[in-house]
């Protein structure tokens, strides 16, 4: 029983399976005569998702076989340029002259003329001692100066001549008292010798005669102390004088003040600090260069750097001092650089980093950034030969220039590079080099690739994302061609 109704099922089942084939063959017949009616819709809409790239195959049916993959990239060759060389620094600001003033007299407070931050001329008063005491002790030593000018003879409007000895009255004097003495003791013996005058008349006057000469050798002499004191007394005279001139604290040199200890009305002695002054222009950068790059510096190279408080400017200096010797525990050895600040915007105390410029070459290669693929630190290329065949290389790059490296091994100037869809390329691979090479990347990740029967290089129109929309839906249609067609079965 059971096995008869298995064999009725099977019969069942065989008798379905060929009314189905049979529809199909029917159906199939349909569409095609509708197809050769309308020009065989469903191969057209096969071509056209084909042609659009719908996927894998759009990618590579050909590329498989050994074609063209269908990425088209832009090439470029290798540039030559100038690079200019440069030196890493970093180092702090400092002032060339940084001065601590203090007052070389004693006295009150009577003003102070400055305040913190404010800039100065050399010369000019920034604090103000009481001077009564000062001017008082300066008339007294012109005084004391004065009265020995007068005793020296010397006049007061050619008080800088000083008279000779013999020019002077008490020597004058002297002289005189010496002379007429002589001359009497001529006389006397004269007399003598004749026997008109006794003995005791030429004793007194020989002992006269040596009276005199002793009286104007001692009045020499006293000339001669009173000349010593006439220069201590102008020297006194000029101490006192400069006293009450000290009692004007002035700027040794020009700057801004960075310190003012002292207050009005206290009392301050001697050598006391009132203020502290900075130099704001010119300013030194120093700072340390390592020992390798000893044969590239020297004075006068220029120094580009900047300064946090503004990232956007750059800075110049120029190398003024290098140090002799390095330094053995940091193998650096030292260089000022000066710089002008007549902006004011740099401050003693910033930080700054930048480049000297040591020299420039001429006629090097070059590669621009969008050629050039970083992986792991390793830079790399990918070079195109003439029949479209990629192949990476991998570079040892140098300094950098703007938007180009410089290329110090790997290549030899002559090659064709990719500069477009790099990401997308292995070495190996066939690639289209037409365009701009921008055309090719669409919004799914996968690439515009040729339909069957078009050429191997073509394109769908619409620039970057328009062609793979537009295949895109090509390939929709075919697809939904098909699928319409298998309902009509």
């Avoid at 002032?95 to 003329?113: F, I, N, Y």
Wanted: hydrophobic share 35%.
């Amino acid at each position: 029983m059971r096995l008869g109704l298995i064999r009725k099922c099977g019969f069942v089942l065989l008798a379905g399976a060929l009314a189905l084939s049979g529809c199909k063959g029917s159906n199939a017949d349909l569409q095609a005569k509708n197809g050769d009616g309308k020009g065989n819709a469903s191969e057209k809409g096969g071509a056209r998702g084909g042609r659009g790239g719908g996927g894998a195959g759009g990618r590579g049916g050909r590329g498989a076989a050994g074609g063209p993959s269908g990425i088209t990239v832009k090439t470029i060759g290798v540039e030559r340029m100038s690079f200019q060389r440069e030196v890493e620094l970093s180092g702090t600001l400092l002032s060339q002259d940084t001065v601590r003033v203090s007052a070389e007299a004693s006295g009150m407070v009577k003003d102070v003329l400055v305040e913190l931050g404010q800039e100065v001329k050399a010369g000019q008063v920034i604090v103000q001692i009481e001077p009564r005491e000062l001017q008082l002790a300066l008339d007294r030593a012109e005084s004391a100066l004065r009265q020995t000018e007068a005793q020296l003879g010397i006049d007061p409007n050619r008080a800088g001549q000083v008279p000779a000895d013999d020019q002077i009255a008490s020597v004058r004097t002297a002289m005189a008292n010496r002379d007429d003495a002589r001359a009497q003791l001529g006389r006397s013996q004269e007399l003598q010798s004749k026997g008109l005058a006794p003995k005791a008349d030429l004793d007194t006057v020989q002992t006269r005669v040596k009276v005199t000469d002793a009286q104007y050798q001692q009045a020499i002499e006293n000339v001669h102390a009173l000349k010593a004191s006439l220069q201590d007394r102008r020297a006194s005279y000029e101490l006192a004088k400069k006293k009450l001139e000290d009692a004007q604290v002035r700027a040794p040199v020009s700057g801004a003040i960075s310190d003012r200890p002292v207050q009005r009305g206290e009392f301050m002695r001697e050598n006391t600090v009132v203020a502290t002054i900075v130099q704001l222009s010119p300013l030194k950068l120093k700072s340390a260069v390592q020992e390798k790059y000893a044969n590239l510096i020297r004075p006068n190279l220029t120094v580009k750097f900047a300064v946090e408080p503004y990232p956007t400017e750059t800075f110049n200096g120029t190398i003024r001092f290098i140090s002799p010797a390095i330094d053995q525990l940091t193998r650096t050895f030292a260089v000022e650089v000066m710089v002008d600040n007549a902006s004011r915007k740099l401050k003693p105390g910033f930080f700054a980093k930048g480049q000297i410029l040591t020299k420039k070459d001429d006629n090097v290669m070059a590669v621009p950034d969008e050629a050039v693929v970083m992986l792991a630190g390793v830079a790399s290329v990918y070079v195109v030969d003439e029949k479209g065949e990629v192949r990476q290389r991998n570079l040892q790059i140098g300094e950098t220039e703007g938007k180009f490296h410089e290329v110090l091994s790997g290549l030899d100037g002559t090659e064709k590079l990719a500069a477009s869809n790099v990401n997308l390329l292995v070495s190996g691979m066939i690639v289209s080099t037409g365009g701009g090479g921008r055309g090719n990347r669409g919004g799914s990740g996968e690439e515009v690739g040729p339909a069957d029967g078009a050429a191997p290089n073509a394109i769908a129109p619409g620039g970057e994302n328009g062609g793979q929309k537009k295949g895109g839906r090509g390939g929709r249609r075919g697809q939904g061609t098909e699928q319409r067609g298998g309902g009509n079965q």
